[in-house]
């Protein structure tokens, strides 16, 4: 049950790139060459055109493309209920995760999760909110950690609230007062961190109906951070993105104060293969381990 093949045609598909697949599965250019050879073979028609950077899908492969996910996707899970019938925990996980998550909890919790299942790899892809629900619904993920999403036909594991947060310079007059408040955050400068991908911060203008006065903006929030540092205006974040970070920025509570629902987003619980079944059970049974959480998620499965 080899799907090499399939697993080549998806990475030279998203990175654009026959070398960069071979790197990725440990084959030759060549070796790869073959294999994209051999389904072209089989479907009878090109999937790939050369491109000056690379290569592209053609149409045709495109049309293929989730299918040929789905083959790959089932194919591992295969290979994952056999080896756990054999009492072998192996197998890949692919996980979709907002960057708060990613970068102030994951980690750990991988680490740990690790050291129980040695013989499972995870590859984990960062994104905001808006592209996660894209990597779920095209199957590219396994599992995403993220917001709780409005597409009702996915499995919603809620896990825990994190509070929403502004960033302001050390100097700034808020910081004695210990909160600001939201009417406020249209009377400053604001520097706006992914604008308009569905994040923390977007849903929060969107549903407050406060309109900031964006002077600023940027792809990362570090970058924001040491912006606000720097004087330049004031943000907000999810409060588990800084636990970690040290600079001249103070990060106060809003007021009234605003916390939003974050856990695991599934395509299907009940097609999800033994490897991301053992993660997701890790994750619940970890949650009383990692207290960095504001407020607590209620304890259910919601569909």
Not at 59 to 76: K, V
Not at 85 to 98: D, P, R, T
Request: hydrophobic share 40%; with cysteine.
């Amino acid at each position: 049950m080899n799907s090499d093949k399939y697993e080549a045609f998806l990475l030279a598909a998203d990175y654009g790139s026959l070398t960069a697949a071979a790197e990725e599965l440990g084959y030759t250019q060549s070796g790869i060459t073959r294999m994209i050879q051999s389904l072209e073979a089989e479907a009878g028609f090109r999937l790939f055109v050369r491109a000056k950077k690379g290569v592209q899908l053609t149409e045709n492969g495109r049309r293929l493309m989730p299918y040929f996910r789905e083959i790959s996707r089932n194919m591992q899970i295969i290979t994952q209920i056999s080896t756990d019938i054999s009492g072998v925990a192996q197998g890949s996980i692919s996980i979709g995760s907002c960057y708060s998550i990613a970068a102030g909890w994951l980690p750990g919790l991988i680490k740990g999760f690790q050291s129980l299942y040695p013989g499972i790899s995870i590859n984990l892809r960062e994104n905001g909110n808006e592209a996660l629900l894209r990597y779920l619904s095209d199957r590219s993920v396994d599992l995403c950690f993220c917001m709780e999403p409005e597409m009702k036909e996915l499995d919603w594991i809620p896990l825990f609230q994190d509070e929403l947060v502004a960033w302001v310079p050390a100097a700034h007059p808020a910081a004695e007062k210990g909160y600001l408040a939201i009417a406020d955050l249209e009377k400053e400068a604001f520097i706006h961190t992914q604008p308009d991908q569905d994040t923390e911060i977007d849903r929060f203008f969107k549903q407050s109906g406060i309109t900031p006065d964006v002077r600023f903006t940027t792809l990362n929030a570090y970058t924001t951070y040491n912006m606000v540092a720097a004087g330049l205006g004031i943000s907000l974040d999810q409060s588990l993105r800084s636990r970690n970070w040290a600079g001249n920025v103070v990060q106060l509570p809003l007021k009234p104060r605003r916390f939003e629902s974050f856990g695991i987003a599934v395509p299907s619980l009940g097609s999800a293969s033994p490897a991301t079944r053992s993660f997701i059970q890790y994750v619940r049974e970890s949650m009383s381990s990692y207290p960095l959480f504001s407020k607590p998620a209620e304890d259910n499965i919601k569909k």
